[in-house]
C-alpha cells in the first residue's frame, strides 16, 4: 500500500522559514516522482515543486523560485521542501503526492498525503 506522510507544518512569521518532510512507503522510492502542492482557503490547489525519481531533476512554480528548494534522501524514503524566506500568501495545506511519470506540477499524481498547514503570520 502506497503512503506518504507530510510533517514538519507549522505557525511562522513572516521571512522565516520551515521544512516539510514527506516520508513515502509502499513502493520503489526511486522510480516515482514526488511532488509537493499547496491549498489555501477558497482557492486552487497549486503546484509548488517536484523531484524526478530516476534523474533527480526539480521544478518550482514561479511563486516559489528562489525561495523553496526541493530534496530528497532516497536512504529514507523522504522528500524535503525546505521553504525559506515565507510570505503570508504561502500559507495553506501542503500535501506530497507521487507518480510513476513525470508530471511536474500538474496535479494528476495517482498518489496523495494527508497535508501539513503551514501558515506565515505577518
Known amino acids: 500500500e502506497v503512503q506518504l506522510v507530510e510533517s514538519g507544518g507549522g505557525l511562522v512569521q513572516a521571512g522565516g522559514s520551515l521544512t516539510l518532510s514527506c516520508a513515502a512507503s509502499g513502493f520503489t522510492f526511486n522510480d516515482y516522482a514526488i511532488g509537493w502542492f499547496r491549498q489555501a482557503p477558497g482557492k486552487e490547489r497549486e503546484g509548488v515543486s517536484c523531484i524526478g525519481g530516476s534523474d533527480g531533476s526539480t521544478y518550482y512554480g514561479d511563486s516559489v523560485k528562489g525561495r523553496f528548494t526541493i530534496s530528497s534522501e532516497n536512504a529514507k524514503n523522504t522528500v524535503f521542501l525546505q521553504m525559506n524566506s515565507l510570505k503570508p500568501e504561502d500559507t495553506g495545506v501542503y500535501y506530497c503526492?507521487?507518480?510513476?511519470?513525470?508530471?511536474?506540477?500538474?496535479?494528476?499524481?495517482?498518489?496523495w498525503g494527508q497535508g501539513t498547514q503551514v501558515t506565515v503570520s505577518s
Open positions: 503526492a507521487a507518480d510513476e511519470m513525470n508530471l511536474g506540477i500538474s496535479d494528476d499524481y495517482s498518489y
